[in-house]
């Protein structure tokens, strides 16, 4: 790779050119902080724990580009050709890295893995290159001093721009695979402006071998944002057993329905939700005896169930007046508002005039709220990671308890008391130890198993029965008896308290899956 400089290596260059060269840097900043956002999302999105995944994500990305950047010494002379060949192939690399990572995981878990740490070596000692290679081109014109400030300034704002754009406008419109694709574009569009720009300094078989291997990636990467819908059909068409009915990408997840002929089910982020044929189970254990523990029912507070499942259980009750939804994601809200095969399983409960939505996070929603509330029910994804880890933290319920009539009750869905055992004990203890009184119940769930809940009252145990003259399908008196009663594997342990600045529930969540994997 070393070779001697050629005239047109020691020509100084044009105020025109580094202007160029100044442009690049942005977009090529621009273009690798999408990178490594691509492959972090997408994996929380296949394998859960986002911590852990953008740590991995990030801790590889910044390792390869110092070794690409080490690398650059080696290049000691046709730095814009290399720089041009530099920036065709991370286009390819990057562009390509979320169709290539969905193909992987559809094949089998066990090869993502090395394919991600292969792909983002690939991108990020490619990224490290680019850097240390314009500022000795810059630097031909500046000295090193402003070449090096000049460029590690538009570079650090090409990474605010970056990070902005792709949760805000990105990841909403286009989805993982076809920013990926669309991102590489611009990879490659940089190659060839700099191509074209500085095409008097090249000689004419660089310029004919790289204008041909940046017409063929540029085809590629434009085939690839045309199909990139069909290709993401494809594979996710794969993850899931059933056809895929609905697919959207929201700014906070990504929503799947499937269906067959006996069966409608929705996921969240490849997290299955529910299943048609067995949710009323939950969803009568989650409303119904909560709603009995309580002595007042006119407003219920509900944190999630966008889904509008919890709602049509409530509307079942004469004296509920008001029923407020506060759910994260609009999407979901309008999905269950609209979309025709959520509306007959939640039986339109969302266009109710009781029902009052609200898109919002719980967290802040309860913190800056001063109403109090008989009966407050949290139906709310498992905390499979430490944003979601909040939402049972003793922080979050300490704010439940002063949100809570004296006389009122709170129920959450706690996961599985026999699948992670230690992550639902987990739950309730920290719920007791906000300065609740707590009833542990669990029920069968077919689609999930034993799945549990926690009923808290703020000043005396709580009390439940099955409601007078409210039809159900599943809850009974026997029913309810059985939901107290805790199996010697399923029974109580000792658990420490997931806080804010020790969220340790995840952790103990996902090891209690492992297990079972």
């Known amino acids: 790779m070393v070779s001697e400089p050629t005239a047109l290596d020691l020509q100084p260059i044009t105020r025109r050119e580094r202007a160029t060269l100044l442009v690049s840097v942005l977009i090529i900043s621009i273009c690798a902080l999408i990178y490594e956002l ?46 041009i060949i530099i920036e065709l192939l991370t286009g390819l690399f ?21 394919v991600m740490i292969v792909v983002i070596f690939a991108i990020g000692i490619c990224v490290g290159l680019e850097i240390p290679l314009l500022t000795r081109i810059v630097a031909t014109r500046a000295n090193l001093g402003h070449a090096l400030a000049d460029i590690l300034s538009i570079d650090y704002i090409g990474a605010l721009i970056g990070s902005l754009a792709f949760p805000i406008i990105l990841l ?17 569009g940089v190659g060839a402006l700099i191509l074209y720009t ?32 069909w290709w993401v059909n494809v594979f996710e068409q794969q993850l899931y057993g059933d056809l895929i009915v609905y697919r959207e990408q929201s700014t906070y997840q990504r929503l799947v329905i499937t269906r067959n002929e006996r069966d409608t089910r929705l996921y969240l982020n490849g997290n299955l939700q529910f299943s048609s044929r067995d949710e ?29 499942l919890v709602a049509r259980q409530l509307l079942k009750y004469p004296e509920v007046e ?25 039986q339109d409960a969302l266009s109710d005039p009781r029902v009052e939505i609200i898109n919002a996070d719980a967290f802040t ?95 005396r145990p709580p009390s439940v029965t099955v409601p007078e003259g409210i039809p159900l399908q599943y809850l009974t008196e026997g029913v309810l008896i059985a939901a107290l009663i805790f199996d010697p594997d399923m029974a109580e342990i000792p658990t420490g308290i997931n806080t804010l600045d020790n969220p340790i529930l995840p952790r103990a969540y996902e090891q209690g899956w492992q297990a079972w994997d």
Do not use: C
Not at 102 to 111: E, H, W
Not at 294 to 305: C, E, I, S, T
């Open 198 to 229: 500085f095409r008097e300094r090249l000689s004419i078989r660089a310029l004919r071998n790289l204008s041909l291997g940046a017409g063929a990636i540029s085809l590629l990467m434009i085939a690839g944002v045309a199909f990139s819908a």
């Open 38 to 83: 691509i492959v972090g999302t997408l994996s929380s999105y296949l394998l859960g724990d986002s911590v852990t995944q953008f740590s991995i994500t990030i801790g590889l990305f910044l390792f390869a580009m110092g070794v690409g950047a080490l690398l650059s010494r080696r290049i000691q002379a046709n730095e814009l050709r290399w720089f």
């Open 365 to 459: 929603f309860i913190q800056q709220s001063d109403d109090l509330y008989p009966v407050i029910i949290a139906d709310l994804p498992d905390p499979n990671n430490e944003s979601l880890s909040k939402l049972y933290s003793r922080q979050f319920y300490t704010l439940l308890r002063e949100r809570l009539q004296p006389d009122g009750a709170f129920i959450t869905q706690a996961a599985s008391p026999y699948f992670v055992r230690e992550a639902y004990w987990m739950i309730a203890h920290t719920i007791a130890d906000s300065g609740f009184e707590i009833l542990p119940l669990r029920t069968h769930v077919p689609s999930f198993g034993e799945w549990g809940f926690v009923i808290a009252t703020p000043i």
């Open 322 to 346: 008001r029923i407020t939804i506060v759910d994260l994601d609009p999407a979901m809200t309008d999905m269950a508002r609209t979309y025709g095969p959520m509306l007959e399983i939640n």
């Open 280 to 308: 009323y189970r939950y969803h009568e254990m989650l409303v119904h005896p909560v709603m009995t523990a309580a002595r007042v029912r006119d407003h219920v507070l509900v944190l999630g169930g966008g889904d509008g």
């Open 172 to 188: 909403p419109l286009l989805g993982v695979n076809q920013t990926g694709f669309l991102t590489g574009l611009f990879n490659v």
């Open 94 to 114: 990057g562009g390509s890295a979320a169709a290539i990572l969905y193909a992987t995981y559809s094949v089998g878990f066990a090869y993502y893995y090395p």
